[in-house]
Nanobody, 123 residues
Protein backbone atom coordinates (compact mmCIF):
# COMPACT_ATOMS: atom_id res chain seq x y z
CA UNK A 1 0.00 0.00 0.00
CA UNK A 2 0.98 3.59 -0.64
CA UNK A 3 -0.34 6.52 1.32
CA UNK A 4 -0.49 9.99 -0.19
CA UNK A 5 -1.07 13.23 1.66
CA UNK A 6 -1.50 16.50 -0.21
CA UNK A 7 -1.00 19.94 1.25
CA UNK A 8 -0.53 23.52 0.14
CA UNK A 9 -3.97 24.41 -1.17
CA UNK A 10 -5.84 27.52 -0.16
CA UNK A 11 -7.65 30.67 -1.20
CA UNK A 12 -5.56 32.90 -3.43
CA UNK A 13 -6.05 35.75 -5.85
CA UNK A 14 -5.70 35.60 -9.60
CA UNK A 15 -2.07 36.01 -10.58
CA UNK A 16 -0.73 34.49 -7.38
CA UNK A 17 1.42 31.39 -7.16
CA UNK A 18 0.96 28.27 -5.08
CA UNK A 19 2.99 25.13 -4.45
CA UNK A 20 1.18 21.92 -3.70
CA UNK A 21 2.99 19.05 -2.01
CA UNK A 22 2.28 15.35 -2.00
CA UNK A 23 4.06 13.23 0.60
CA UNK A 24 4.15 9.53 -0.21
CA UNK A 25 4.73 6.75 2.28
CA UNK A 26 4.52 2.99 2.37
CA UNK A 27 5.53 0.85 -0.61
CA UNK A 28 6.53 3.79 -2.77
CA UNK A 29 9.20 1.66 -4.47
CA UNK A 30 6.37 -0.19 -6.22
CA UNK A 31 5.27 2.94 -8.08
CA UNK A 32 6.98 4.57 -11.04
CA UNK A 33 4.74 7.52 -11.85
CA UNK A 34 3.26 10.27 -9.74
CA UNK A 35 0.49 12.41 -11.09
CA UNK A 36 -1.64 15.40 -10.27
CA UNK A 37 -5.28 15.56 -11.28
CA UNK A 38 -7.95 18.11 -10.53
CA UNK A 39 -11.71 18.25 -10.37
CA UNK A 40 -13.36 21.62 -10.85
CA UNK A 41 -16.93 22.22 -9.66
CA UNK A 42 -19.36 20.56 -12.02
CA UNK A 43 -16.62 19.09 -14.19
CA UNK A 44 -14.95 15.77 -14.69
CA UNK A 45 -11.63 14.96 -13.10
CA UNK A 46 -8.80 15.87 -15.46
CA UNK A 47 -5.12 15.07 -15.77
CA UNK A 48 -2.80 17.96 -14.92
CA UNK A 49 0.78 16.70 -14.74
CA UNK A 50 2.89 13.63 -14.06
CA UNK A 51 6.47 12.75 -13.27
CA UNK A 52 8.54 9.57 -13.18
CA UNK A 53 10.33 8.76 -9.95
CA UNK A 54 13.23 7.43 -11.98
CA UNK A 55 14.69 9.82 -14.47
CA UNK A 56 12.27 12.61 -13.68
CA UNK A 57 10.50 12.77 -17.06
CA UNK A 58 7.57 15.14 -16.86
CA UNK A 59 4.26 15.35 -18.68
CA UNK A 60 1.66 18.11 -18.74
CA UNK A 61 -1.85 18.70 -19.94
CA UNK A 62 -1.83 21.23 -22.77
CA UNK A 63 -4.05 23.53 -20.72
CA UNK A 64 -1.42 24.01 -17.99
CA UNK A 65 1.83 24.00 -19.93
CA UNK A 66 3.94 27.02 -19.11
CA UNK A 67 2.22 27.76 -15.78
CA UNK A 68 2.44 24.45 -13.90
CA UNK A 69 5.67 22.72 -12.94
CA UNK A 70 5.84 19.27 -11.43
CA UNK A 71 8.94 18.15 -9.56
CA UNK A 72 9.97 15.50 -7.09
CA UNK A 73 12.33 14.95 -4.21
CA UNK A 74 13.14 11.25 -4.17
CA UNK A 75 14.88 11.46 -0.79
CA UNK A 76 11.70 12.84 0.77
CA UNK A 77 9.28 10.77 -1.33
CA UNK A 78 7.54 14.02 -2.11
CA UNK A 79 6.14 15.42 -5.32
CA UNK A 80 5.38 19.09 -5.85
CA UNK A 81 3.15 21.05 -8.19
CA UNK A 82 4.13 24.68 -8.63
CA UNK A 83 1.28 26.73 -10.03
CA UNK A 84 2.04 30.21 -11.31
CA UNK A 85 -0.22 32.95 -12.64
CA UNK A 86 -3.26 31.34 -11.08
CA UNK A 87 -6.59 31.88 -12.81
CA UNK A 88 -10.13 31.53 -11.51
CA UNK A 89 -10.55 28.53 -13.80
CA UNK A 90 -7.81 26.76 -11.86
CA UNK A 91 -10.22 26.52 -8.93
CA UNK A 92 -10.56 22.82 -8.16
CA UNK A 93 -9.72 20.06 -5.78
CA UNK A 94 -6.24 18.86 -6.66
CA UNK A 95 -5.44 15.21 -6.16
CA UNK A 96 -2.11 13.47 -6.03
CA UNK A 97 -1.94 9.91 -7.33
CA UNK A 98 0.61 7.14 -7.67
CA UNK A 99 0.79 4.58 -10.43
CA UNK A 100 2.59 1.32 -11.02
CA UNK A 101 1.88 1.68 -14.74
CA UNK A 102 3.63 3.51 -17.53
CA UNK A 103 0.49 5.27 -18.74
CA UNK A 104 0.49 8.70 -17.08
CA UNK A 105 -2.63 10.59 -18.19
CA UNK A 106 -5.27 7.93 -17.59
CA UNK A 107 -6.70 8.20 -14.08
CA UNK A 108 -7.78 4.56 -14.16
CA UNK A 109 -4.11 3.55 -14.28
CA UNK A 110 -3.37 5.15 -10.93
CA UNK A 111 -3.50 2.75 -8.02
CA UNK A 112 -3.36 5.14 -5.09
CA UNK A 113 -4.94 8.52 -4.43
CA UNK A 114 -4.67 11.24 -1.84
CA UNK A 115 -7.62 12.94 -0.23
CA UNK A 116 -7.22 16.11 -2.28
CA UNK A 117 -6.46 19.72 -1.48
CA UNK A 118 -8.73 22.61 -2.39
CA UNK A 119 -7.41 25.47 -4.47
CA UNK A 120 -9.70 28.46 -4.84
CA UNK A 121 -8.71 31.40 -7.01
CA UNK A 122 -10.62 34.64 -6.68
CA UNK A 123 -10.74 37.17 -9.49
Amino acid sequence: QVQLVESGGGLVQAGDSLRLSCAASGRTFSTNTMGWFRRAPGKEREFVAAIRWSGGSTYYADSVKGRFTISRDNAKNTVYLQIDSLRPEDTAVYYCAASTYIMYYDASRYNYWGQGTQVTVSS
